[in-house]
């Protein structure tokens, strides 16, 4: 590769965050459900979402897991 350049795929400088334009995202809340404590996983297909989600369940029992799609909350369970 040459010098000053970047691989096929990866994000311009200065982007931060390469995850966040993932539009799914499955997420750990505090004990409290007040607020978000973690972002487990982030996707780009709902099939790919849904199984980040089905394991982070069996990762973290009796906590509170939601799956959404931006704003809208596909699932959560506690």
Not at 1 to 18: I, K, S, T
């Amino acid at each position: 590769m040459a010098e000053g350049r970047r691989p096929a795929g990866l994000p311009a400088a200065g982007h931060l965050d390469p995850f966040e334009d993932l539009p799914f995202a499955v997420e750990l809340w505090d004990l409290a459900h007040v607020h978000v404590e973690r972002v487990l996983g982030r996707a780009s297909s709902a099939a790919l979402a849904q199984a980040i989600y089905a394991a982070a369940q069996t990762e973290h029992l009796g906590r509170r897991i939601t799956l959404r799609h931006g704003d809208r909350t596909i699932a959560a369970r506690n």
